[in-house]
């Protein structure tokens, strides 16, 4: 009996902590938020090597210097660094750029980012967080993950395969002496 209540608890953290991960990693997008993983040390102390930001999408128009954002730098490469400057274009006014710079950087960066380029600004962070999240998104570490979700279920529903028909007898039993009866007397009776 003690031995069942100390394994519903582990496994009842088991599997919050399975939801709690679920929800910083994609859950989070479920209310518009995108998730990505800092790589490098370019935007030290704000962001550290390896954590997790979470970045909310924002009108380019109300961009200001000293903002940090998140962008396109090419078809593969995202990157999180801070507005240096908003330089308007000199034909178009509908056209903005940003010139920007990652606070842990001696220059700014060369090209200027186009206002679609930016995907939103950094609302929060999780330290380490996103080390795990890189594992879990490449292989081998997602079929890791597959592997231990499937554990997880089969720890979960294991003690309720091998106890469900324990429990059913006690009851039998208590019942049959209950009544005065044995149950091979029902059988001869019937």
Same mark, same amino acid.
Request: proline share 6%; aromatic share 8%.
């Given at each position: 009996?003690?031995?069942?209540?100390?394994?519903?608890?582990? +496994?009842?953290?088991?599997?919050? =902590?399975?939801?709690? =991960?679920?929800?910083?990693?994609? #859950?989070?997008?479920?209310?518009? =938020?995108?998730?990505? +993983?800092?790589?490098?040390?370019?935007?030290?102390? +704000?962001?550290?090597?390896? &954590?997790?930001?979470?970045?909310? $999408?924002?009108?380019?128009?109300? *961009?200001?210097?000293?903002?940090?954002?998140t962008f396109m730098l090419d078809e593969d490469t995202v990157a999180t660094h801070r507005v240096v400057e908003v330089v308007p274009d000199e034909n178009d006014p509908t056209v903005v750029r940003f010139r920007t710079k990652g606070d842990a950087n001696?220059?700014?960066? @060369? &090209?200027?980012?186009?206002?679609?380029?930016?995907?939103? &600004?950094? *609302?929060?962070?999780?330290?380490?967080?996103?080390?795990?999240?890189?594992?879990?998104?490449?292989?081998?570490?997602?079929?890791?993950? *597959? &592997?231990? @979700?499937? *554990?997880?279920?089969?720890?979960?529903? =294991?003690?309720?395969?091998?106890? #469900?028909?324990?429990? $059913?007898?006690?009851?039998?039993?208590?019942?049959?002496?209950?009544? @005065?009866?044995?149950?091979?007397? $029902?059988?001869?009776?019937?």
């Amino acid at each position: 009996m003690r031995i069942s209540k100390i394994w519903n608890g582990f +496994t009842s953290i088991l599997v919050a =902590l399975v939801v709690i =991960l679920a929800v910083l990693l994609a #859950g989070v997008r479920l209310v518009g =938020l995108q998730v990505f +993983t800092v790589l490098s040390g370019s935007m030290e102390p +704000t962001y550290h090597t390896g &954590s997790l930001i979470y970045v909310q $999408d924002v009108d380019p128009y109300k *961009i200001e210097a000293g903002q940090v954002i998140t962008f396109m730098l090419d078809e593969d490469t995202v990157a999180t660094h801070r507005v240096v400057e908003v330089v308007p274009d000199e034909n178009d006014p509908t056209v903005v750029r940003f010139r920007t710079k990652g606070d842990a950087n001696d220059a700014e960066d @060369g &090209s200027l980012v186009h206002y679609k380029n930016v995907i939103g &600004s950094p *609302i929060f962070s999780i330290p380490q967080l996103g080390y795990l999240a890189n594992y879990i998104q490449n292989p081998p570490g997602t079929y890791i993950a *597959i &592997s231990v @979700g499937a *554990i997880l279920l089969l720890l979960i529903m =294991l003690p309720e395969l091998f106890s #469900g028909d324990d429990e $059913d007898k006690p009851k039998k039993r208590r019942k049959d002496e209950e009544g @005065g009866r044995k149950p091979a007397e $029902d059988a001869a009776e019937n």
